[in-house]
């Protein structure tokens, strides 16, 4: 018969040709292939945390009736299993249905972080399982039974297929609802999950008696043993609020009401602080029966025998909702760190009040052609400032403070201004004290952090970018003043800049070095060199080394005659008084006898000569300084004279000082290991010479001293030019645009703002809370301030010809910062947390030691602690009393949601100690699947009369019961 | 912790030349021996009368430690009392130090401990420092034994080479074992301090001063 059909000429239909649910699940297949579903090794304890548990989550899409399904694999990532579980017959996913510690150890309502663990893991503490819905969730999932059938045969076919060991999910209905139905396999059994919901729900299933009595009957055969129950009821606790009103230094000052002050403090810090008014505390407490058998317990509609009093277990969570106004401030100015707007486009142009300086182009062009041609005039400060405040003989500058607003902040950044309203003086500033976590920054409370925390108080609240400018300009306006007036700038740490504080600090330190050599030099107090001061280094020099004699009268006339021009005060009469620097031979600028050495062959003493002080630097300018020398190599003239320039200068001081001297003398005394001792023959004693090194022919040292002229110091062409040096860094802060002065304050904002919070911490007596955590975060502080490098903002010029030294293309290159707004945020959030645990009725009387451990406890612990300890705390847990008896009395209205887990099964794993579970483990018989429990799971979540079902039953495949 | 992240003495791939740049400073009184010794380890060469150095020279060197292009920007500097002030302003971002003496010069020798008040006070605090007694070549005249030396440099918890650059003795070995520990130093304050190289453990590093913390400003 069939060979006679079997024919060319008969239509063949073409059996190969799959159906759509075949090529579903060819690629099924081949995905869980992929992804190893069989695999039952490595899945690690089966009592895990859900809510600390990092998950992998692998996606793939697949198409199936034209429409796009992803399929999702959730895998928690646990340290492989601790107990030897692997060895173990049981199935894994069989494992979690049964595990208990995992189900109810964590709340799934208020935990935040719960919600990004996926629903299957929270209900039936799943480590590893696949989900399939529709790709486009919004309108297409699936509501009818047929697709349901359509993805489950396929499931159930390609779970059997691979062996999966992991239960398959399809996500139903709107995916919001949660609604699952899952397969999950096991050689001879299948585990079916389900989800129901009701609104109203029977009163008899809303209490265990009635769940138990559904349970036993959906079970596919009579099981004789009694189930396993765990229960936990949860209960929302008031909330707890505390007022802590805002507090904005010079500006808001809060009444001080009925509430209880939570922020003391005890030094000013110009930070604002306070809670934002919605700031609380929400509490739900959650007692939990973590292993009943299902006939001990009453809980019926009629009775229940669930009441807190009687609950082995007990849990308070605590969430915060607190947003300080200090954390605001800070983050608010963190939004300046990419500002790129110029102070002039808020102030306008010439906000200086640079007045005797050329305001067209860029003023240090012109200093540089001819220095000392404009030379700052020496005004009585007070004079200026009377007229500026009073007579607004400068005027005001555009923004939104007005002069009341702005002008206690100038007093409070700049006392010396108006002495007689001054609130904050500084305090003396040390040169050397160090910081005990090296943060590179300035010393606390310095006029450093004062700007720094006005400019982020000021930014927050009175006027955003505009009122931060303004404050800025006007701070930069006063400095000015006080430089033409030759006034030190106050809150300064003394001595020359030191690159171990911040580059704002080293600049305000330099700026007061330049004042105060202008002070000296106006005085006429010859400059000393001033033994173990820091930082100096090589100056540019643009003249050569033989300098004509018309510029040396230029330099000579510069030194001298600075005085006599710009005196307006007419007692200032002292100045140096040596009009024979002519002579040759007259000897000047001495300082002291060397060692009482004579001149060789002369019976002349050797004199030390007035040195002129070596050019302090700020941390750019050294920066450009060594840039300029790896770009043009060290051996370049460029650099050879640069470096030079400081021997030049004390080779013409000491033959000013030493008419007489030759090189060794002047060796001698400069490089005393050049000359050596030696033992000559023909004398039979000791003599000295030169070094070899000193005697080379033509070496530097040499040159230099032979073109050296006599010229002491005082006459010499400064190697720093302070009035210059000021210009510039005048000129550098004024030119900062808003990111770039954000950089030059963050860290001692930040600083400031941690020493505050301790302040507050140490003011309410809960510093030893937050100790660890304020170290952590200076030690970060630390290592961010010290990350800070400076960087070259412009192409560098293309020149090997001329590289102009030009420390203003540096910008601060900031690290990012918000890990620490971060930290910063948290900790005060933390205190807040704490003052409101400490509100709670009868906590506050209780011992601080106590408090403390157990607010510890809560901290690391995410924001729970025990309530109810059974061994944990052997001395007598007074805490634990307390807060437990917030929960004696009527609790049904506070009641939120009961949560029942009703298990039969094989190695169920109670909510005991791991060796328990070890124990249990061994105890049970290796037998095979015949007489093997199969688990059977419900869960049940009652809230008022609302009730959700959760299922995973088991059936056997090859038999039926 | 975005900046953190990648270790700033790791310089990005724009600069293809090396893998790490290394900035090291040699240290001592006058004419102990720096300039030759820089000279011999970069040039490999020696002369008796290099000009008394004048300030501050630099020389560079690339060179390969376990499969890593290290550049070496070594800092020689003027040993003259007078230009204390200047050189300690280099000592900022300096990784590492050499602080020589001279083993024919009690004097260099003593003032070994100023040096190190200068390195502590001036650098950041995590620069490595190996003390080096030069001119071992020359027998004749040394005051400084090699125990004395060596003691020196277990008081102050540095390392310890004799060396000649005229000879040409460790010179190599000095920069070599100045840039292990350099190294060492690194990967050890990566694994003290996880935080820098993303989610660390909280309460590993409370108190702890930021000693092993990497400052790596390499000035380069």
Request: proline residues 8%; hydrophobic residues 30%.
């Given at each position: 018969m069939a060979e006679e059909i079997d024919d060319n000429g008969f239509y063949r239909e073409?059996?190969?040709?799959?159906?759509d649910w075949e090529v579903f699940n060819a690629q099924l297949g081949d995905l869980f292939q992929r992804w190893e579903l069989s695999n039952e090794n490595?899945?690690?304890?089966?009592?895990?945390?859900v809510n600390n548990t990092k998950w992998q989550i692998d996606e793939e899409q697949l198409e199936v009736l034209g429409k796009p399904m992803t399929v999702k694999y959730y895998k928690a990532l646990l340290e492989?299993?601790?107990?030897?579980?692997?060895?173990?017959?049981?199935p894994q996913f069989h494992q979690d249905l049964m595990c208990v510690k995992s189900t109810l150890?964590?709340?799934?309502?208020?935990?935040?972080?719960?919600?990004?663990?996926?629903y299957l893991a929270r209900m039936y503490g799943l480590r590893r399982f696949v989900v399939m819905h529709p790709s486009q969730l919004q309108n297409h999932y699936l509501t009818n039974t047929s697709k349901f059938s359509f993805f489950l045969s396929s499931i159930s076919v390609v779970a059997a297929e691979v062996c999966s060991a992991v239960p398959i999910f399809l996500h139903i209905h709107?995916?919001?609802?949660n609604f699952f139905l899952g397969i999950g396999m096991s050689s001879y059994m299948r585990t079916n999950f389900h989800s129901v919901a009701l609104?109203?729900?029977?009163?008899?299933?809303?209490y265990l008696s009635g769940l138990v009595k559904m349970f036993k009957e959906k079970l596919p055969r009579n099981h004789d043993k009694p189930a396993v129950v765990s229960v936990r009821i949860t209960y929302a606790m008031d909330t707890v609020k505390l007022r802590v009103p805002m507090y904005v230094p010079f500006g808001m000052t809060p009444v001080v009401d009925e509430e209880r002050s939570v922020i003391e403090v005890s030094q000013f810090t110009a930070l604002p602080h306070g809670y934002f008014p919605g700031s609380n505390t929400t509490m739900f407490a959650t007692f939990t029966w973590p292993e009943l058998m299902d006939n001990m317990f009453i809980d019926s509609p009629l009775q229940t025998q669930f009441i807190p009093s009687k609950a082995p277990c007990g849990k308070l969570y605590q969430t915060v909702h607190a947003n300080s106004y200090l954390t605001a401030c800070l983050k608010d100015y963190y939004n300046l760190i990419t500002a790129k707007n110029t102070l002039e486009s808020y102030?306008?142009?010439?906000?200086?009040?640079?007045?005797?300086?050329?305001?067209?182009?860029?003023p240090l062009d012109q200093l540089g052609g001819k220095?000392?041609?404009?030379r700052p005039q020496t005004k009585q400060y007070a004079d200026n400032t009377q007229q500026a405040t009073s007579s607004g003989g400068q005027s005001k500058l555009p923004g939104p403070m007005k002069e009341y607003e702005l002008n206690p902040m100038l007093y409070y950044l700049l006392?010396?201004?108006k002495p007689d309203l001054a609130l904050f003086l500084y305090e003396m500033?040390?040169?050397?004290?160090?910081d005990p976590h090296r943060?590179?920054?300035?010393?606390?409370?310095s006029l450093v952090y004062r700007l720094s925390c006005l400019l982020a108080t000021v930014h927050a609240h009175f006027g955003g970018k505009s009122g931060f400018a303004q404050l800025y300009a006007a701070f930069t306006r006063e400095l000015r003043q006080l430089w033409e007036s030759c006034t030190p700038i106050p809150g300064v740490a003394p001595g020359?800049?030191?690159?171990?504080?911040?580059l704002l600090h080293q600049k305000l330190q330099m700026l007061n070095v330049c004042i105060e050599k202008r002070l000296q030099r106006e005085k006429g107090i010859a400059a000393k060199?001033?033994?173990?001061?820091?930082m100096h280094t090589v100056e540019l020099v643009?003249?050569?080394?033989?300098?004509d004699d018309d510029e040396d009268d230029d330099t000579n006339e510069e030194f001298y005659d600075l005085t006599e021009e710009d005196?307006?005060?007419?007692?200032?009469?002292?100045?140096?008084?040596?009009?024979?620097?002519?002579?040759?031979?007259?000897?000047?600028?001495?300082l002291r006898r060397f060692k009482n050495l004579k001149l060789i062959g002369s019976d002349e003493y050797l004199y030390v000569p007035v040195t002129q002080d070596l050019a302090p630097k700020t941390e750019d300018q050294l920066q450009d300084a060594s840039d300029v020398m790896l770009k043009m190599g060290s051996d370049s003239e460029f650099i050879t004279d640069l470096m030079c320039s400081t021997v030049v200068s004390d080779a013409e001081a000491f033959k000013a000082a030493?008419?007489?001297?030759g090189f060794e003398d002047f060796i001698r005394w400069?490089?005393?290991?050049?000359?050596e001792e030696y033992w000559n023959e023909e004398t039979q004693e000791t003599g000295h010479k030169l070094s070899a090194r000193m005697q080379a022919a033509g070496n530097t040292w040499q040159k230099v001293w032979e073109q050296a002229?006599?010229?002491p110091a005082a006459r010499q062409?400064?190697?720093?030019d302070d009035t210059l040096e000021g210009y510039k860094i005048l000129n550098y802060l004024e030119s900062r645009n808003l990111g770039e002065i954000f950089g030059l304050t963050i860290v001692p904002l930040l600083h400031s703002s941690i020493l505050k919070l301790k302040d507050i911490f140490a003011n309410t007596q809960v510093l030893e809370l937050f100790t660890e955590t304020l170290d952590e975060i200076l030690a970060d502080l630390s290592r961010f301030s010290r990350d800070i490098e400076l960087v070259?903002?412009?192409?560098?010029?293309?020149?090997s010809e001329a590289p102009k030294i030009n420390e203003n293309k540096y910008t601060l290159q900031l690290p990012n910062p918000q890990p620490l707004l971060k930290k910063i945020e948290q900790l005060e959030r933390d205190y807040y947390h704490y003052k409101c645990f400490e509100c709670?009725?009868?906590?506050?009387?209780?011992?601080k030691a106590k408090l403390h451990s157990k607010f510890c406890e809560i901290l690391k612990n995410n924001g729970h602690c025990n309530?109810?300890?059974?061994?944990?705390?052997?001395?007598?847990?007074v805490v634990e009393q307390v807060l437990q008896s917030l929960?004696?009395?009527?609790m049904r209205e506070k009641l939120m949601s009961k949560d029942y887990v009703i298990r039969l099964g094989e190695?169920?794993?109670?909510?005991?100690s791991p060796k328990d579970v070890e124990a249990k483990d061994q105890q049970?018989?290796?037998?095979?699947?015949?007489?093997y429990l199969m688990p059977q799971f419900l869960r049940a979540i009652v809230t008022g009369e609302k009730l959700r079902l959760c299922g995973a039953f088991t059936e056997n495949t090859t038999f039926l019961d | 912790m975005a900046g953190a992240g990648?270790?700033?003495?790791?310089?990005?791939?724009?600069?293809?030349?090396?893998d790490y740049m290394f900035k090291l400073l040699i240290i001592g009184n006058?004419?102990?021996g720096k300039t030759s010794f820089l000279f011999r380890y970069a040039d490999d060469s020696f002369t008796?009368?290099?000009?008394?150095?004048?300030?501050i020279d630099f020389k560079v060197k690339t060179v390969f430690r376990h499969d890593k292009r290290v550049k070496l920007q070594i800092w020689d500097t003027a040993g003259q009392e007078r230009y204390r002030t200047i050189t300690t302003?280099?000592?900022?971002?300096?990784?590492?130090?050499?602080l020589m003496y001279d083993v024919t010069n009690e004097d260099s020798f003593n003032s070994v401990q100023d040096w190190v008040t200068q390195i502590k006070t001036y650098?950041?605090?995590?620069a490595q420092v190996i003390l080096v007694g030069n001119k071992c070549d020359m027998e004749d005249q040394r005051v400084i034994s090699f125990e004395r030396g060596r003691q020196l440099a277990d008081q102050l918890g540095v390392e310890f080479f004799e060396t000649s650059a005229k000879e040409n003795v460790n010179v190599k070995a000095v920069f070599e074992r100045l840039v292990d520990i350099i190294c060492d130093k690194m990967s050890e304050s990566l694994d003290a301090d996880p935080t820098l190289v993303g989610g660390g453990q909280k309460g590993q590093r409370l108190t702890d001063q930021p000693q092993g913390t990497p400052n790596a400003n390499c000035n380069c």
């Open positions: 073409d059996f190969s040709a799959e159906s490595d899945w690690g304890d089966a009592s895990f945390n492989p299993g601790t107990c030897s579980k692997s060895a173990n017959v049981t150890d964590q709340p799934t309502f208020l935990d935040e972080k719960a919600n990004d663990v996926h709107d995916p919001k609802w609104e109203q729900a029977p009163a008899e299933y809303l102030v306008g142009r010439n906000f200086s009040g640079a007045t005797t300086m050329a305001e067209e182009g860029n220095i000392g041609s404009h006392p010396n201004i500033l040390s040169k050397d004290k160090i943060i590179k920054s300035a010393e606390s409370d020359l800049p030191d690159t171990r504080t911040c060199t001033e033994g173990g001061m820091a643009t003249d050569d080394d033989d300098d005196s307006d005060d007419p007692t200032e009469v002292a100045k140096p008084k040596e009009d024979n620097s002519k002579n040759p031979l007259k000897a000047e600028g001495r030493n008419p007489k001297a400069f490089s005393p290991n050049d000359w002229k006599p010229v062409k400064r190697l720093f070259e903002a412009l192409p560098s010029p293309s020149s709670l009725p009868g906590v506050n009387g209780l011992p309530i109810v300890n059974a061994a944990e705390d052997h001395d007598g847990g929960f004696i009395g009527d190695g169920l794993v109670a909510d005991e049970q018989p290796q037998a095979g699947f015949s007489n | 990648d270790p700033k003495w790791q310089k990005d791939a724009s600069d293809q030349n090396f006058s004419s102990v008796s009368a290099f000009v008394s150095t004048v300030g302003a280099y000592y900022r971002g300096a990784m590492g130090f050499i650098s950041w605090d995590n």
